[in-house]
């Protein structure tokens, strides 16, 4: 099972449940966070990026 695989489960299985949480508090849940990553491979697919590419992530430290 890969990445994607366990968030989509996770999302079917406990979608209300608590998934990320940073040191403020901010949280959530599978539902949300599997469809805050769906936007984001989106983007990256309608922006050319295939399979067996590689992508960096330059971002701050913390769930949002």
Do not use: H
């Amino acid at each position: 099972m890969n990445l994607c695989d366990y968030l989509a489960d996770s999302r079917q299985r406990f979608p209300g449940r608590v998934a990320v949480v940073d040191p403020s508090g901010w949280s959530l849940t599978y539902a949300e966070l599997d469809d805050r990553s769906s936007r984001i491979a989106a983007y990256l697919r309608a922006s050319g990026v295939v399979t067996g590419d590689r992508v960096g992530v330059i971002a701050p430290k913390g769930a949002d």
